[in-house]
């Protein structure tokens, strides 16, 4: 037996997740002796740095994502052709929501913009950004070129926000389709796809047998945890749904798992929910502050329903909009601005949301009160009757996937 | 961190691929020397050692299509036409779309690395065995026919200077870290070369690294990625330098293989009529939703596997696999660009037929300026060119004038010990080599390429003969396959070094019985 091959804990690693990032651990300390000495081995940096950005996605770590970009920005100036770490600095700078540095490192590498990967995540950027039909062209554009598994699920994903639940659970299974024994973890990826829109539909047992089929293809991985513990708080097994969530909370630092946590805390210890809570604000402050743009809709979240103060919603909220005009941002805005009392700029800005197209009961929920409150009764009846029933249950407990 | 959709959010970034079991590496075949009990041939598929030698990848479905057929004679009294060439494709388009049904042998690993072996349409019967892996098993087909196999790690029984020819193409992969976003950086647009051309600082050898190509590589450099030379280089003593040095690149690597015996009269019910035995190789890799199906709820499932593997149905089974990699031809890759991922058609490849003649064209235009430097005749009409050109086609009406002779000319054999029986068996045509992308099986010859291929074959250099013109003559006697491994011509080209362009034989030596690859190192 290799000594060598032990986890953090000295034990063997035995899950999926645990066995993948010991490799990347390994691989890591590999190259970390050299990676970035003068007159870089650009093949070898680069490596580097993806793997860290591979390690810092796979255990959620927020600190570690940071600390990687200034790797990738001392690489970039070191060698001749920068294409594959402009590249992996746009994917990072679009998984901390900030477009407009996506867009910038597009434009000035418009030949990354050439490759197939280049055309995928200019389409998200496009999603992201509230141009719908352009990332629509571009996901199809990308199919028809190649045929990926992520390319349809990018598509999916799409068709699942305009309403269209039934084909977009035929792509995520053409998808997953297009994947091998060597992919499990994206396939576990795609069941949890699948478990969101049963749980949209409120088909939670069919939601548990995609997240059951994800945790059997990827043991041990902490976004099936957490789905899975969402998925009980929205059951109403809130007592079961908190004990994951402290489980997770060991495993991964993300301040959004404290206030799942403190939320469901609220509704059974509320002398529990306290420190949670505070320590999920502190670090997301602490992210705003710092300039960040991740948590600014955890933010307007968090003060619109977890510890409801109108007005730093509205500020957290407009500073998000701000950055990315989305039928999301644009939908917590709306309610932000419904709750200081401003039912005609929600209005607008529910209407901005709705013109997207998106179908979604929290849209629809918000859409019906605010429309309601602005006088405009037509309008507030044709969503809530959109809004099925059954919504209404646990409907004060979201979770951000 | 919020995933917002983010499929590939923890995946490399990029699609680049490691190596793989999957990775399929020559197909050899050749008539069996042992005719005790009637005749037989040697099959081997070999691939990546991937987890590593001897140990295969339980994952992977490992395909061996056979097809016994009567030898073809290609119309020789016909002037070589893009119409002939065209209707052979046509032909060759509906057999392989018809009812053609080829057998097959399936194999895979279970999770202790046992092997199952299964035999499916063959004329001796269906049947399957399970053996131990790296070991020599006899098996028995319900008719009484025994067939020998090896499933395991053994030497890579290829021999050859694969930096060598990538150098050849500019291939910067080899040489460079070329970054994934640019796809165009790889295959460079400079002449293809078999000599190295004057001011070609991006390919030429370089005394300060010896090792360049050969594992260390160079930062891709910036600026304009060209060569605006005119000639080829020479030395001070008028030399031409060689961008081959004869080496084993493959020296001391292992890899994994299947390798059979068979008797022709188990393959089809008229050996005597069925003298060529078509063959070629594929692997599958199993499919992620099924494995999720085979992954244990309950432990008993690990303890009794075959409880899973009777429930599945053989027609069934190519659904839960997908096809990653094929294997027919040496070079079938270079000359077709087969790899990338989806031309990988085996032996249904013919639509890749423009593609191929373009191609080749391509190559030509590289290869044919090099053979008239170094004074020999070449099949590749490139007009009297004193340095090779960096040429593509977008039709093949054009680019066909240029290879019909490559294309159409019989590939010479440097003696008559090939056809082992003496028989009127006509010389095979590159046309008919690489399309469809099997490995054809003379069982009247020897096997050796390309009626078959031996271990023995110095395959890399026999493809780059087919660039020579085999109606010229050397010493007296007439180009033939073999004439790049000869010492002799070498020894008089104006050329360094004075070696042939890939090793002329094995690291190890091979056995003269089966599994007849080295042993492992």
Redesign the interface.
């Known amino acids: 037996m290799d000594s060598g091959k032990r986890n953090g804990n000295g034990a063997m690693p035995e899950t999926d997740y645990e066995k993948e990032l010991e490799r990347l651990q390994t691989d890591i300390s590999v190259l970390a002796p050299d990676a970035l000495r003068p007159s870089?081995?650009?093949?070898r940096a680069?490596q580097y740095a993806?793997l860290l950005?591979?390690r810092a996605?796979?255990t959620?770590n927020?600190k570690s994502?940071r600390d990687v970009e200034s790797v990738i920005d001392e690489v970039i100036g070191a060698?001749?052709?920068?294409?594959?770490l402009?590249?992996?600095k746009a994917?990072l700078a679009?998984?901390l929501?900030r477009l407009d540095d996506v867009a910038t490192i597009l434009r000035h590498a418009p030949?990354?913009c050439e490759?197939?990967?280049?055309r995928a995540l200019r389409a998200?950027l496009d999603f992201?950004s509230g141009r719908y039909r352009e990332a629509r062209q571009g996901y199809e554009k990308a199919i028809a070129e190649n045929r990926t598994?992520?390319n349809l699920?990018?598509l999916a994903?799409w068709i699942f926000k305009m309403g269209d639940d039934a084909e977009a659970d035929r792509l995520y299974e053409e998808?997953?389709?297009?994947?091998?024994?060597?992919?499990?973890?994206?396939?576990a990826?795609?069941e949890l796809?699948r478990g969101l829109l049963d749980l949209e539909k409120h088909h939670h047992a069919a939601a548990h047998e995609h997240y059951r089929?994800a945790e059997?293809?990827y043991s041990g991985y902490w976004?099936v945890e957490q789905h899975v513990a969402a998925l009980l708080a929205a059951e109403g097994h809130f007592a079961k749904a908190a004990e994951r969530y402290c489980r997770i909370a060991e495993r991964v630092p993300?301040p959004?798992i404290h206030e799942a946590i403190g939320k469901l805390y609220q509704m059974q210890r509320q002398d529990e929910a306290e420190p949670w809570l505070k320590s999920a604000e502190t670090e997301y402050l602490e992210s705003a502050e710092a300039g960040e743009i991740?948590y600014l809709h955890h933010l307007a979240d968090f003060y619109l329903h977890t510890a409801p103060d109108p007005q730093r919603a509205l500020y957290w909220a407009e500073l998000d909009a701000k950055h990315r005009a989305n039928f999301s941002t644009q939908a917590v805005l709306a309610l932000a601005l419904y709750r200081n009392g401003r039912a005609e700029e929600a209005a607008e800005q529910i209407t901005a949301a709705l013109s997207s197209g998106v179908v979604d009961d929290h849209i629809f929920s918000t859409a019906a009160q605010i429309f309601r409150a602005a006088g405009w009764n037509d309008k507030a009846d044709r969503y809530a009757t959109r809004v099925p029933e059954s919504h209404g249950g646990h409907a004060h407990f979201h979770m951000?996937? | 961190?919020?995933?917002?959709?983010?499929?590939?959010?923890?995946?490399?970034?990029?699609?680049d691929i490691d190596v793989?079991a999957a990775d399929l590496y020559d197909m050899f075949g050749f008539p069996s020397s042992d005719t005790e009990g009637g005749e037989k041939v040697v099959i081997a598929l070999t691939f990546a050692s991937v987890p590593k030698p001897g140990v295969l990848d339980p994952?992977i479905l490992y395909r061996i299509q056979i097809a016994p057929d009567e030898r073809v004679v290609w119309p020789a009294a016909h002037e070589p036409a893009l119409d002939t060439l065209l209707g052979y494709f046509d032909a060759l388009k509906h057999k392989y779309l018809g009812a053609f049904r080829p057998s097959e042998i399936r194999v895979k690993v279970d999770a202790n690395n046992r092997a199952s072996v299964r035999f499916l349409h063959f004329a001796g019967g269906n049947f399957s065995c399970e053996l131990e892996t790296n070991r020599v098993a006899s098996m028995q087909s319900p008719g009484g026919h025994t067939i020998q196999a090896f499933v395991g790690g053994r030497d890579d029984a290829f021999f050859n200077d694969l930096p060598g020819f990538f150098r050849s193409i500019n291939y910067a992969p080899q040489f460079y870290?070329v970054?994934?976003?640019?796809?165009e950086a790889r295959e460079l647009k400079i002449p293809k070369t078999l000599l190295e051309l004057e001011g070609n600082d991006l390919f030429n050898y370089d005394p300060k690294f010896p090792d360049w190509g050969h594992g260390f590589?160079k930062?891709?450099?910036?600026g304009p990625l060209v060569w605006n030379g005119t000639r080829f280089k020479k030395d001070a003593n008028g030399n031409y330098r060689f961008v081959y040095s004869g080496k084993d690149a493959q020296a001391g690597k292992n890899l994994n293989a299947i390798i059979l015996e068979i008797p022709l009269a188990f393959l089809t019910n008229s050996p005597g009529k069925h003298r060529i035995v078509n063959v070629w190789g594929e692997s599958w890799?199993?499919?992620?939703?099924?494995?999720?199906e085979t992954?244990p709820?309950e432990p008993f499932w690990l303890e009794h596997p075959r409880a899973l593997l009777d429930t599945v149905r053989l027609d069934d089974e190519l659904k839960k696999y997908?096809l990653v990699d094929t294997d027919g031809q040496p070079f079938a890759d270079a000359a077709l660009s087969e790899r990338e991922d989806n031309r990988q058609m085996g032996a249904n490849n013919f639509w890749l037929a423009p593609h191929f003649i373009k191609r080749l064209a391509h190559l030509g235009w590289g290869f044919g300026p090099s053979i008239s430097a170094l004074g020999l005749k070449t099949s590749f009409d490139h007009d009297n060119s004193p340095v090779s050109v960096h040429k593509t086609y977008s039709t093949v009406a054009a680019a066909f004038p240029r290879v019909k002779k490559t294309l159409f000319q019989e590939l010479r054999m440097p003696d008559d010990s090939w056809n082992k029986k003496g028989l009127p068996i006509p010389l095979r045509r590159p046309v008919e080599i690489f399309i469809p992308n099997v490995n054809a099986i003379d069982m009247d010859t020897t096997g050796t390429w390309p009626f078959g291929r031996r271990l023995e074959d110095q395959v890399a250099t026999r493809f780059l003969a087919m660039f020579l013109d085999m109606s010229a003559e050397f010493n007296g006697k007439h180009y033939h396959v073999e004439l790049l491994n000869d010492q002799t011509l070498w020894d008089v080209a104006p050329i360094e070094p004075k070696t042939p362009p890939n090793p002329l034989k094995n690291d190890r030596e091979f056995l003269h019985h089966f599994p007849y690859l080295a042993e492992p190192w």
């Open positions: 870089v081995d650009a093949g680069t993806s950005y591979q996605s796979l959620g927020l994502l060698v001749n052709h920068a294409g594959d402009l590249f992996l994917n679009f998984k929501h030949s990354l490759t197939p990967e280049g998200d992201q598994w992520d699920a990018r994903h998808a997953e389709d297009e994947l091998t024994a060597k992919q499990m973890r994206s396939f990826w795609l796809q089929k059997l293809a976004l993300k959004e991740h951000h996937h | 961190l919020a995933d917002h959709n983010d499929p590939n959010a923890v995946n490399s970034i990029f699609s793989s994952d870290h970054p994934h976003t640019m796809p590589k930062d891709l450099p910036s890799v199993l499919k992620a939703a099924h494995k999720v992954i709820d997908k």
